[in-house]
């Protein structure tokens, strides 16, 4: 399974973003997508989660500024992210769960850079 995220860029505080990711490959259903970060020097943490019936969660940091939310025709899911502090500066990276003859698996994607200029 291959977990490609796009839409990271750079912008000013107070600035909106979207990203992107999509899964491909062989799997039967996607469970779980979720979308983590990681900043320079500092681990890397969950951001938002949404399950396959759209129960979503959020980190505190985050809550009421971004919104997560999946397309499952298309495999995807999507972080919209509005009111962005430089504080979100990391590298975004989603994930997926999935099953595949009834055993999970998790995958990451490759990783987009968000930037939050002061």
């Known amino acids: 399974v291959q977990l490609q995220a796009s839409g990271g860029g750079l912008v000013q505080t107070g600035g909106s973003l979207r990203l992107s990711c999509a899964a491909s490959?062989?799997?039967?259903?996607?469970?779980?997508m979720s979308w983590y970060r990681q900043a320079p020097g500092s681990q890397r943490e969950l951001v938002a989660t949404i399950t396959s019936g759209n129960s979503t969660n959020y980190a505190d940091s985050v809550k009421g500024r971004f919104g997560i939310s999946r397309d499952n025709a298309k495999n995807a899911v999507y972080l919209q992210m509005t009111g962005l502090k430089p504080e979100d500066t990391a590298v975004y990276y989603c994930?997926?769960?999935?099953?595949?003859?009834?055993?999970?698996?998790?995958?990451w994607g490759q990783g987009t850079q968000v930037t939050v200029s002061s």
């Open positions: 994930n997926a769960g999935v099953t595949r003859n009834y055993l999970r698996y998790l995958y």
């Open positions: 490959g062989t799997f039967d259903i996607i469970y779980v």
